[in-house]
């Protein structure tokens, strides 16, 4: 199967007073997870020393937004107040947004965390529910000029009939309304097809084979599939032993013009996508 081609043409991601430029290449967001029960790194990096820390070398190893989230989604993940949320990820983003030059995103769901991380500083929104729980996530992020990732996660999908890429366009047509009605301009969102959320194993496969067919929706995408279930099925191995298999999607997104990787190991993770671009490339 040949290659879809080049990366669409290059553009800027706006969030708020800082910029990414979109299209030379495909980006990596590193994970940062703030949490003692993620299912990957959780405890790891649950203070904010360790942290900040973590973050700049994540920076280091090439990411270009740090994505920090306080509250675990993995299945089976113990919900907490977004009281607890806000003491564990306002301190972490506001020592990234006065040390790092680079964006810092808040992986959360709620308002209220939202809220208080855009005033702490952070760049981007990465709302798992893609705008479709709280219509005020997207008025914050309108207010506030963050730029917003918009992941596909609808509780009905894994029995829903017709095409899954369809459907996942369907549920991000409604996603782009809302955000233009709240007036969160074009410029600064990305779609995220929400790899392992209400999604079989199947499912999961064949979205990532077809990533390219989101393209003409017209925005950045991102994949987020970073030691997840799915990698695990497949390979029939535990979270800490993914990485290969994790690789081999994120050279699959960069074959296919994806714009953005989020994952958990950057410099591994840089080095699959700068190989993949190369035979994407070649001419």
């Known amino acids: 199967m040949p290659p879809p081609g080049q990366i669409a043409e290059t553009r800027l ?7 990414i430029t979109v299209g030379l290449e495909t980006r990596l967001v590193g994970i940062l997870n703030v949490t003692p029960d993620s299912f990957f790194d959780g405890g790891k990096f649950a203070d904010a020393g360790s942290a900040v820390a973590q973050a700049g070398r994540l920076v280091g190893e090439g990411a270009v937004v740090i994505d920090v989230g306080g509250q675990s989604t993995r299945p089976g993940h113990e919900e907490i107040s977004a009281e607890e949320e806000i003491a564990r990820v306002v301190p972490v983003i506001a020592a990234l947004v006065s040390r790092l030059e680079t964006p810092v995103s808040i992986d959360t769901y709620k308002p209220p965390v939202a809220r208080a991380a855009l005033e702490a ?4 929104l990465n709302d798992i529910h893609g705008l479709q729980r709280s219509p005020e996530m997207a008025r914050l992020a309108a207010e506030s000029g963050c730029a917003v990732m918009v992941m596909h ?6 029995e829903m009939p017709g095409d899954v890429i369809e459907n996942i366009k369907k549920f991000f047509g409604r996603s782009i309304e809302i955000a233009a009605r709240a007036g969160v301009a074009e410029d600064r969102i990305v779609l995220d097809p929400g790899i392992g959320f209400a999604k079989t194993q199947r499912q999961n496969l064949e979205i990532m084979a077809r990533l390219a067919e989101l393209k003409p929706l017209g925005f950045p995408l991102l994949l987020g599939a970073s030691r997840k279930s799915a990698i695990g ?3 029939g191995l535990p ?6 298999g994790t690789l081999a999607t994120t050279a699959l997104a960069v074959w296919q013009g994806v714009e953005f990787v989020r994952v958990h190991d950057v410099r591994a993770n ?3 996508a700068k190989m993949a671009a190369a035979l994407r490339n070649f001419q």
């Open 13 to 19: 991601l706006k969030c708020r007073d800082r910029e």
């Open 121 to 124: 500083g952070a760049h981007l």
């Open 153 to 158: 996660h609808d509780a009905s999908f894994r």
């Open 233 to 235: 099925n497949v390979l």
């Open 239 to 244: 979270p800490a032993e993914r990485l290969e």
């Open 270 to 272: 840089a080095r699959a």
